[in-house]
């Protein structure tokens, strides 16, 4: 007897296949005999494992407008709104808008989420709050914090000594932003720092590196050194990475190999590396997404991070990782179907691989946390964006859609129009 059966849902890999759970764990898959509880039929839908996102601010997330909104849409008028904003948002706040957006997205099935929390003010008001969140949520949505000194490790007086009580306080990640360091060499050492100081407390490290579009910014070198010196391998990664995409290639052809022996992973985030890189330009407009392709022909895990959410630095989102896959898919020129197919493995499980996660999948014993698409493979999921039929968090079903205001696409599949978010009860 189990407690939810899934009939006849076919994976991303293409096998049809139930899935019978029991507590909190997947029990039996392929053709499955037996009574459950609850069925589900999937027959036609897409079940894949849950969405995850590797890079996430939410201290700031659903305070777009506040104080008032980014008028230049630059990243430094976003990091000086955020600094007046961090000063005046109450812990109560910020818990509440947090979790509205896990709301949203554990009904858009995106089960774990990296989030990075701004360690910069002394009170450490976010820390606290995230912390909160974090355990609010546990029972649904796996949240990994990351202590991030959003002005600079030494640009403030304490910068470094507050990132080290966000850790001991039970921050997750350790954080950095070299490229915001007064210079070079002290964003060189603030990363030499921060390496050490993973590796001493046995910690993963997720460094914002080099999100600018000048060339020279090639703190990813210093990272990837100081990754291979310490051992930190994937549980090292770099976000944003968007100076590679101006780079020389006669450097970058030295560079690559360097970030391949590291084993360290990138985290580009194209929703918001489209909207805010480039703004300095007239024309030609550069992109701003770092070399995705590039990185993953030298075997580099690569995974697609939304970044933002109506907050300082963007004004719109959805808590959908197809939406940050569908632009990465485009701003990267990932057309071929091979290409398609591994956009959607990189929201599902190269993401589950740079946050680490444990018992991530669809295999017996994995945790019972996957989503039901309204699409019959990875790439029309993408596509439509399809609905999410229904979600299921750690053997408990936490959200479901109907497949509703339907109308019929070319290939007579009935296509959502319309998708709607309905949280999963505290
Ligand atoms: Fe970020």
Redesign the pocket.
Known sequence: MFDLLIKGGTLPDGTVSDIAIAGDRIAATGRVEGDASEVIDATGDLVSPPFVDP?F?MDATLSYGLPRVNASGTLLEGISLWGELREIATVDEMIARALTYCDWAASMGLLAIRT?VDTTPDHLRGVEAMLEVKRRVAGYIDLQLVAFPQDGLYRTATGRANVLRALDMGVDVVGGIPHFERTMEEGAESLRDLCRVAAERALRIDI?CD?TDDPMSRHVETLAREVTRHGLGSRAAG??LTSMHSMDNYYVSKLLPLIAESGMTAIP?PL?NITLQGRHDTYPKRRGLTRVKEMQAHGITVGWGQ??VLDPWYSLGTADMLDVAFMGLHVAQMTHPEEMARCFRMVTEDNARIMGLEGYGLKNGDFASLVILDAGNPTEALRLRAERLAVVSKGKVIARHNRNDTCLSLAGRPESVRRRHEGPER
């Open positions: 890079h601010h990075h914002h999100e976000s944003h985030n918001i970044d933002c």
